[in-house]
C-alpha cells in the first residue's frame, strides 16, 4: 500500500499545532482560539455565486443581480454568526472520575454564556473521532456535555484534545476551536473475569488458626441472621442453601486478617497479576471482608470502605 504524503504531512501539522496549545481545565473562546473555514456546501456556494454573477453581466438581469448580491448578503452575515456561536463561550472541564482499563470514561464539560441570545449547533468531540455531542447553550446560562472515550493503559493518564465546533446558522462556513485539558485520568487495571478465590485468611498474633475465607470462597464462623445485622455481613450463598438467612460472626473475622498478596497472585505477568489483585479487591470489598493490600514496595493495612478499596485500586494502577 502507497502511503499517502499529504495525511502524513497533515498529521505533522496537527501535532505541531497541537503543541502550541496550553493544558488548561478552563478555556474563554475569543476571536485568537477560533477558526473558521468554508465547509463543501460553502465552496458549491461560492461557485454558484460566481455562476450568477457571470450570468448576470452577460445578460444584463438586474433580478440575477438582485438575486446574487441577497445570497453573498447572506452568506456573509452567516460568517459572523456562525464566528460569534463560539466566540465568548466558557467551557469548563469537570474532573473525570477513575476508571478501568477498556470501560467507557465520560469527560463532562460545563458550557457556559454570558450572551443575551441562544447558542445553537455546538458539538465537542475528540478531535479524529468523528463522534460528536451536539447541545445548545441558553441565554445567560449553561450546558452540560458529556463526551466518552475509551482508556487503553493503567495509571495517570492525560485525557485527549478536544474540539469544539459549529456551523450554524447556514452550514456554509466550519468554525471550530481546539483545547487541551490539563486534568488527568487515573485508570485502575482491567479486573480479572474469572478471579480464582480469595485467599486464605492469616490469622492474627494470638487469634486462632482457622481461617476466613475457605479454599471455596466461602466463610467460616456464621451465625443466624439478627435483627440490625448489616446486609453486607448476609452469606447468600449459605442463606440459599440452607433456605434461612445467616451472618458472618465479626468477631470471628476479627481474628483473622485478609492479606491481598502480589506474590500470591499466580505465576503471572505483571498486568495479568494486577488484574486479578484488582477483582480481589473489588470481590472483598463485595462482600464487606476487611483486607490488606501487599505490593512490591508498598503495603496497605487491612480496613474496609470505600475510600480504603480506592487507596488499593489506586495503588494498583499506579504500581
Known amino acids: 500500500m502507497i502511503p499517502n504524503p499529504f495525511a502524513s504531512l497533515r498529521a505533522r501539522y496537527q501535532r505541531w499545532w497541537q503543541l502550541r496549545i496550553h493544558f488548561t481545565d478552563t478555556t474563554f473562546l475569543t476571536q485568537r482560539n477560533v477558526y473558521i473555514l468554508p465547509t463543501a456546501p460553502g ?10 454573477l457571470v450570468a448576470s453581466i452577460n445578460y444584463q438581469l438586474n433580478l440575477g443581480y438582485l438575486l446574487t448580491f441577497l445570497l453573498a ?14 466566540r465568548g463561550l466558557n467551557m469548563h472541564l469537570i474532573a ?5 482499563i477498556g470501560a467507557n470514561a465520560l469527560i463532562s464539560i460545563q458550557l457556559s454564556s454570558t450572551r443575551k441570545t441562544t447558542r445553537h449547533g455546538i458539538g465537542l468531540g ?17 450546558s452540560k456535555v458529556q463526551i466518552a472515550f475509551s482508556p487503553t493503559e493503567r495509571g495517570l493518564q ?5 474540539t469544539a465546533e459549529t456551523r450554524f ?46 479454599a471455596t470462597g466461602e466463610f467460616d464462623g456464621v451465625r443466624a441472621y439478627r435483627r440490625g445485622d448489616p446486609l453486607k455481613l448476609v452469606v447468600w450463598k449459605k442463606a440459599a442453601k440452607a433456605d434461612e438467612l445467616v451472618s ?35 470481590l472483598a470489598d463485595q462482600h ?31 504500581c
Open 96 to 100: 473525570p472520575e477513575p476508571q478501568y
Open 169 to 214: 446558522p447556514l452550514g456554509t462556513f466550519r468554525v471550530w476551536t481546539y483545547w487541551r485539558p490539563a486534568a488527568q485520568l487515573l485508570v485502575y487495571p482491567r479486573p480479572e473475569a474469572h478471579p480464582p478465590p480469595l485467599p486464605p485468611g492469616q490469622p492474627r498474633a494470638g487469634g486462632s488458626s482457622h481461617s476466613v475465607v475457605q
Open 248 to 282: 458472618r460472626d465479626s468477631q470471628q473475622a476479627q481474628r483473622h486478617e485478609l492479606w491481598l498478596d502480589y506474590a500470591q497472585a499466580g505465576a503471572l505477568g505483571l498486568e495479568a497479576k494486577l488484574s486479578r489483585l484488582c477483582a480481589w479487591v473489588l
Open 158 to 162: 492525560r485525557l485527549p484534545t478536544i
Open 126 to 142: 475528540l478531535l479524529g473521532s468523528g463522534h460528536w455531542a451536539w447541545t445548545d447553550v441558553p441565554a445567560l446560562g449553561s
Open 43 to 52: 465552496f458549491m456556494l461560492a461557485a454558484t455565486l460566481l455562476v450568477l
Open 73 to 86: 448578503g447572506c452568506a456573509v452575515v452567516g460568517v459572523h454568526v456562525g464566528h460569534a456561536t463560539l
Open 288 to 318: 464487606g471482608l476487611d483486607y490488606g493490600l501487599r505490593l512490591p514496595g508498598l503495603e496497605i493495612p487491612p480496613s474496609a470502605g470505600e475510600a480504603h478499596k480506592r487507596r488499593c485500586l489506586e495503588a494498583l494502577a499506579l
